[in-house]
């Protein structure tokens, strides 16, 4: 199994530029999850998407972020406008959601995101 | 303040120390406890997990919980320079598919 797959795996922008990051989940996975991990705030969880569908955006910082997922297999996360203070390491995971409350995680290697 | 408090470090230990992390919470529907590790420029992966109370053993790991203290440890015997990474706590509700997660202890293990 290939895991979970992010890209890119680093991008570097200005202030001002649209940010488009990508997931694509484990296969027969049927949650999915956005995370941006930063030194101050740990890792926090941003949006969670149940069979496609988002369940949970609380996380979502402001308006200048959204996410998709318009299949099973994919997922982005856009920023738009960027800005300095989004510099961030963001990570997707996908997991069996069984509603236990206790279905593992998987998680990709994650995009460093830099905004100038 | 967070639901999940955990000391971010680093701790810095010999090879073949017996290693101590920890984590205390404030949100008493916590049933599901987890640790996961990071290694530098990676995703965070399952190490461990325990239901309620109790102790969890896996090899060299050990992960207990006191719901009474509201306080969970993971325990390294022997640990070795590939244990060096961060160590993240985790915690869920029942019903809870989100998970509330510690800001990570960073560990090095030196030869």
């Known amino acids: 199994d290939a895991g979970v797959i992010q890209s890119p795996r680093h991008e570097v922008t200005e202030m001002g530029q649209e940010v488009t990051l990508r997931c694509k989940p484990i296969?027969?996975?049927?949650?999915l999850f956005w995370y941006r991990q930063t030194m101050m705030r740990g890792l926090e969880l941003l949006i969670y998407?149940?069979?496609?569908?988002?369940?949970?955006d609380s996380g979502m910082p402001e308006d200048r972020f959204s996410a998709k997922m318009p299949n099973a297999s994919f997922s982005t996360l856009k920023i738009q406008p960027s800005e300095p203070r989004d510099s961030a390491v963001y990570f997707c995971a996908s997991s069996l959601a069984l509603g236990r409350g206790r279905e593992t995680q998987y998680f990709g290697p994650g995009t460093r995101l830099l905004v100038l | 303040q967070k639901e999940v408090e955990q000391d971010p470090g680093p701790l810095s230990v010999p090879e073949g120390a017996i290693v101590s992390l920890n984590c205390t919470y404030s949100?008493?529907?916590?049933?599901?406890f987890m640790w996961y590790r990071q290694y530098s420029r990676k995703g965070p992966e399952l190490l461990m997990y325990?239901?309620?109370?109790g102790n969890k053993e896996d090899g060299r790991f050990t992960a207990q919980v006191d719901k009474s203290s509201k306080y969970i440890s993971l325990f390294i015997r022997d640990s070795q320079p590939s244990d060096s990474a961060t160590y993240l706590c985790?915690?869920?509700?029942?019903?809870?598919?989100?998970?509330?997660f510690g800001k990570g202890t960073s560990l090095l293990v030196t030869p």
């Open positions: 296969s027969g996975h049927n949650s």
């Open positions: 998407f149940n069979n496609n569908v988002p369940i949970d």
């Open positions: 325990t239901y309620s109370s």
């Open positions: 985790a915690m869920s509700t029942n019903s809870g598919y989100a998970l509330n």
């Open positions: 949100n008493s529907a916590f049933q599901y």
